[in-house]
């Protein structure tokens, strides 16, 4: 069988800010640019995979997360939905169920390890497109029945891809962002390390378990930051579903 994983987050605020507000609302004034907009993507991709089942994998508030129970300072510099958009969230999960999308949420997750868990167990017998544009994604392209699509560019994105864009392979994607970190989700990888300097240390310690055990590195003093980055861009592909 075939699967569309929808990193439903991501296409709701795309929807949202992609349409002016002023222009799309009831009589009543009440506002649907992100409701219309979201069916219109869901639409697209139906008609971009017409014999794929689609499952709408959902965040859980950021309070019951793991991560910022682990680390408060996770996701801590996100504001709050603006009140345009979260007022039209109820109708938009309307919308989804009413165009037979399961939805799925697991409480103390976010939504890319329900479909980190959803693409790990489908994968095995399934064809899976994770339709997101978030780069965590890449980390899933480490299964060869896993693909990436992107609904604003309208583009597929593979392991090729990920190696072409970052110079290192799905496999260490992981060990990538734990250098770098990851400025919308407030974790700070080790500081003064770039892409560049982190693709170097990838491929001179290959795993992340030789870069750990070199206590002669000068990053060495660093290490409580990267573990706890490591931990924090990893998902799990073990949640209960």
Same mark, same amino acid.
């Given at each position: 069988?075939?699967?569309?994983?929808?990193?439903?987050?991501?296409?709701?605020?795309?929807?949202?800010? %992609?349409?002016?507000?002023?222009?799309?609302?009831?009589?009543?004034?009440?506002?649907?640019?992100?409701?219309?907009?979201?069916?219109?993507?869901?639409?697209?991709?139906?008609?971009?995979?017409? @014999?794929?089942?689609?499952?709408?994998?959902?965040?859980?508030?950021?309070?019951?997360?793991?991560?910022?129970?682990?680390?408060?300072?996770?996701?801590?510099?996100?504001?709050? %939905?603006?009140?345009?958009?979260?007022?039209?969230?109820?109708?938009?999960?309307?919308?989804?169920?009413?165009?037979?999308?399961?939805?799925?949420?697991?409480?103390?997750?976010?939504?890319?390890?329900?479909?980190?868990?959803?693409?790990?167990?489908?994968? $095995?017998?399934? @064809?899976?497109?994770?339709?997101?544009?978030?780069?965590?994604?890449?980390?899933?392209?480490?299964?060869?029945?896993?693909?990436?699509?992107?609904?604003?560019?309208?583009?597929?994105?593979?392991?090729?891809?990920?190696?072409?864009?970052?110079?290192?392979?799905?496999?260490?994607?992981?060990?990538?962002?734990?250098?770098?970190?990851? %400025?919308?989700?407030?974790?700070?990888?080790?500081?003064?390390?770039?892409? $560049?300097?982190?693709?170097?240390?990838?491929?001179?310690?290959?795993?992340?378990?030789?870069?750990?055990?070199?206590?002669?590195?000068?990053?060495?003093?660093?290490?409580?930051?990267?573990?706890?980055?490591?931990?924090?861009?990893?998902?799990?592909?073990?949640? %209960?579903?």
């Amino acid at each position: 069988m075939k699967y569309v994983l929808l990193d439903i987050s991501g296409i709701i605020y795309r929807a949202f800010f %992609a349409l002016n507000q002023d222009k799309f609302h009831r009589s009543d004034g009440f506002p649907t640019n992100a409701i219309l907009g979201t069916i219109n993507i869901l639409k697209q991709l139906n008609r971009k995979f017409p @014999e794929h089942i689609f499952i709408s994998c959902r965040d859980s508030k950021r309070s019951e997360l793991l991560r910022t129970q682990e680390t408060d300072t996770y996701k801590q510099n996100r504001k709050s %939905a603006d009140p345009i958009l979260a007022q039209q969230f109820e109708h938009i999960y309307k919308s989804i169920e009413a165009m037979n999308i399961t939805s799925v949420k697991c409480i103390g997750y976010e939504a890319d390890d329900v479909i980190a868990t959803l693409a790990y167990t489908l994968q $095995k017998d399934n @064809e899976v497109v994770i339709a997101s544009s978030d780069k965590d994604m890449n980390q899933l392209l480490v299964y060869d029945n896993v693909i990436i699509y992107n609904p604003a560019k309208k583009e597929f994105f593979d392991s090729d891809d990920c190696f072409e864009k970052f110079k290192v392979h799905p496999k260490n994607f992981t060990f990538y962002q734990a250098f770098v970190g990851d %400025a919308s989700d407030n974790i700070q990888g080790i500081k003064g390390v770039g892409p $560049k300097t982190a693709v170097k240390l990838i491929n001179k310690y290959e795993t992340i378990e030789k870069f750990i055990n070199d206590t002669k590195s000068k990053y060495h003093k660093n290490i409580d930051d990267f573990t706890q980055s490591l931990e924090l861009v990893t998902l799990s592909t073990s949640i %209960a579903i």
